[in-house]
T-cell receptor
Framework: KQEVTQIPAALSVPEGENLVLNCSFT??????LQWFRQDPGKGLTSLLL?????REQTSGRLNASLDKSSGRSTLYIAASQPGDSATYLC??????????FGQGTRLTINP | GAVVSQHPSWVICKSGTSVKIECRSL??????MFWYRQFPKQSLMLMAT?????????EQGVEKDKFLINHASLTLSTLTVTSAHPEDSSFYIC??????????FGQGTRLTVV
């Protein structure tokens, strides 16, 4: 059974800082891993999807890495902005099977 | 990215009544749809997985007779909460996946049972 842990649970930093969010998972037999953000009272917005054959994926100020063998992924956010404040969730996946979510990291960027 | 529309975004109903939540994939065909429930400040809990034209697969502990899921077409799935009670109050989110690996989520529905 896949278990996902995200560290830290909450993070508060001043605007402009670069930061790293961590995700670890117990079953490394995954096909891909997706990072999402969730704003309060809203659904999930897909940020990045990394295939198991990839090491990194970039979108704008976001960079996600995946080390499948060690069961770890990181989300790097460069030059953070107040609009980045949200809960960030990672979810490893296996093809058409269900995604398993961690508890998320609640990020607050202070102006 | 692809768009998943969930409706309504919030609903208040009386205890004992039934509520239907719709989830539509607007610009792709969703071969698989997922329904999640989320409690305040907690992560998403998968309730069931549905494939178009077949019965939904429910997670352990989820009452299939209480949470009716229909996936009648490749663009629409519905979740009906039957005989709702206050403990069913929660945030319900649907997700859809097409032929690719990426999953897309609806905006969520806040259900309050009074």
């Amino acid at each position: 059974k896949q278990e996902v842990t995200q560290i830290p649970a909450a993070l508060s930093v001043p605007e402009g800082e670069n930061l790293v969010l961590n995700c670890s998972f117990t079953d490394s037999a995954i096909y891909n891993l997706q990072w999402f953000r969730q704003d309060p009272g809203k659904g999930l917005t897909s940020l990045l999807l990394i295939q198991s054959s990839q090491r990194e994926q970039t979108s704008g100020r976001l960079n996600a890495s995946l080390d499948k063998s060690s069961g770890r992924s990181t989300l790097y956010i460069a030059a953070s902005q107040p609009g980045d404040s949200a809960t960030y969730l990672c979810a490893p996946g296996r093809g058409a099977q269900k995604l398993v979510f961690g508890q998320g990291t609640r990020l607050t960027i202070n102006p | 990215g692809a768009v998943v529309s969930q409706h309504p975004s919030w609903v208040i109903c009386k205890s004992g009544t039934s509520v239907k939540i719709e989830c539509r994939s607007l610009d792709f065909q969703a071969t698989t749809m997922f329904w999640y429930r989320q409690f305040p400040k907690q992560s998403l809990m998968l309730m069931a997985t549905s494939n178009e034209g077949s019965k939904a697969t429910y997670e352990q502990g989820v009452e299939k007779d209480k949470f009716l899921i229909n996936h009648a077409s490749l663009t629409l799935s519905t979740l009906t909460v039957t005989s709702a009670h206050p403990e069913d109050s929660s945030f319900y989110i649907c997700s859809a996946r097409g032929t690719g690996p990426e999953a897309f989520f609806g905006q969520g529905t806040r259900l309050t049972v009074v």
